[in-house]
Structure formats: structure tokens, C-alpha cells
T-cell receptor, first 113, second 114 residues
Framework: GQQLNQSPQSMFIQEGEDVSMNCTSS?????WLWYKQDPGEGPVLLIA?????ELTSNGRLTAQFGITRKDSFLNISASIPSDVGIYFC?????????????FGKGTKLSVKP | DAGITQSPRHKVTETGTPVTLRCHQT?????MYWYRQDPGHGLRLIHY???????DKGEVSDGYSVSRSKTEDFLLTLESATSSQTSVYFC?????????????FGSGTRLTVV
């Protein structure tokens, strides 16, 4: 089946640093989504991307839909302690029979004040 | 999260006992999903439902069953819990299979099987 490779698995950074993480796939997707999971909570949608090459921002977060439709990246600028959590990428295609949102394994972000 | 509630939030149970987790939504969404989250594995789909009494298996369905008798409720049952089913379980909902905003997740149920 389809799989997403998300990297890095974990990051330890200093407050104020920029963060970059990415997701790659062997298959193309029509939509890329980025979620954040705070400790003890469920994932919450951060950014949704719908077109190849699209670049979308949400505050200090910027995400891009790769031109090949097989990858996406998420950048966080000037990190703060509340950025701590697990970030998941997810790819989606329309149609299909087994629930069509495929998740990466997550990037765990730790921020040192 | 608003519109989706999981119960219980935490449960400890003994090996071999049956366990049922409940997901309740007030959004009238057609699709409901059960995921488990384990370190190093991310989110893995157990079962999903595309309507009342309509369910299908996901990636890791062995040892689990589901039921959906009402639009708002999706139950996950472990018939005979094993230690390998210790995990955090998340329910998610979506209004359609290709919903542009993806899925909305509940806050999770932490299950420990001893």
C-alpha cells in the first residue's frame, strides 16, 4: 500500500531556531495535510495543500506541496516552547476503498527555552 | 475536541477481558475511523465506517471489531484484550471520504492491558 516517509523522526532545537521537516511518498497525492499533536491530545489540522507547487502559510508555519505531488515540507520559523509536539504529514487521494488519508510516522519536536 | 468525544479517556484492563471504547460525534458526519498510535508506528487505521452498519477493515484490524448502530456512535471492541493492544486509541470523523479538511480527531483513549 501507499506509505509516507517523514523525516526527521525527532528534533531537539533551541527556542528561536527555525525548523524544517518533510514527507515523501512513492505515490502521488491530490492533497497534503499537516497536523500537530500536543501531548495528551489528538492531532489538529495545521495546514492543507491542494495544488502541486502550492505554498501556504499559517502564522509562523509555511508548508509546500511538492511539484511532483510526491512530497511536502513544513517549516516553522522562530520556534517557541508551545511548538513542542508531534507533527504528522498526511496524504489524501479522492476515491479508494480503505479510508484515503495516509499518515506519516510523525516528527517529534522538542524546544529548549 | 468540539463535536467528538471519546470515552473512557483512560482504562486499565486485564489480559483476556473484553473492552469497548466509545466514540460519539455531534457533527452528523458520515465517516468515522478508529486509529491506534504507538511509538515508531505513527497512526494506524484499525477500522472505519462509511455509514450506519457499514464498516470496513483497516491496516491493523486483527483482534478488533466495530459497530455503528447510530450515526453519532462508533464503538471499538477488543474481544479478548492482549498486552500488544496497549496503545492510545483515536477516533476521527469526516463528512466525506475526500473531505478537503481531512479528519477531525478526538482526544484519545489511553488503554493499558496488564
Amino acid at each position: 500500500g501507499q506509505q509516507l516517509n517523514q523525516s526527521p523522526q525527532s528534533m531537539f532545537i533551541q527556542e528561536g531556531e527555525d525548523v524544517s521537516m518533510n514527507c515523501t511518498s512513492s505515490s502521488i497525492f491530490n492533497t497534503w495535510l499537516w497536523y500537530k499533536q500536543d501531548p495528551g491530545e489528538g492531532p489538529v489540522l495545521l495546514i492543507a495543500l491542494y495544488k502541486a507547487g502550492e505554498l501556504t502559510s499559517n502564522g509562523r508555519l509555511t508548508a509546500q506541496f511538492g511539484i511532483t505531488r510526491k512530497d511536502s515540507f513544513l517549516n516553522i520559523s522562530a520556534s517557541i516552547p508551545s511548538d513542542v509536539g508531534i507533527y504528522f504529514c498526511a496524504g489524501m487521494n479522492y476515491g479508494g476503498s480503505q479510508g484515503n488519508l495516509i499518515f506519516g510516522k510523525g516528527t517529534k519536536l522538542s524546544v529548549k527555552p | 475536541d468540539a463535536g467528538i468525544t471519546q470515552s473512557p479517556r483512560h482504562k486499565v484492563t486485564e489480559t483476556g477481558t473484553p473492552v469497548t471504547l466509545r466514540c460519539h460525534q455531534t457533527e452528523n458526519h458520515r465517516y468515522m475511523y478508529w486509529y491506534r498510535q504507538d511509538p515508531g508506528h505513527g497512526l494506524r487505521l484499525i477500522h472505519y465506517s462509511y455509514g450506519v452498519k457499514d464498516t470496513d477493515k483497516g491496516e491493523v484490524s486483527d483482534g478488533y471489531s466495530v459497530s455503528r448502530s447510530k450515526t453519532e456512535d462508533f464503538l471499538l471492541t477488543l474481544e479478548s484484550a492482549t498486552s500488544s493492544q496497549t496503545s492510545v486509541y483515536f477516533c476521527a470523523i469526516s463528512e466525506s471520504q475526500g473531505a478537503l479538511r481531512g479528519y477531525t480527531f478526538g482526544s484519545g483513549t489511553r488503554l493499558t492491558v496488564v
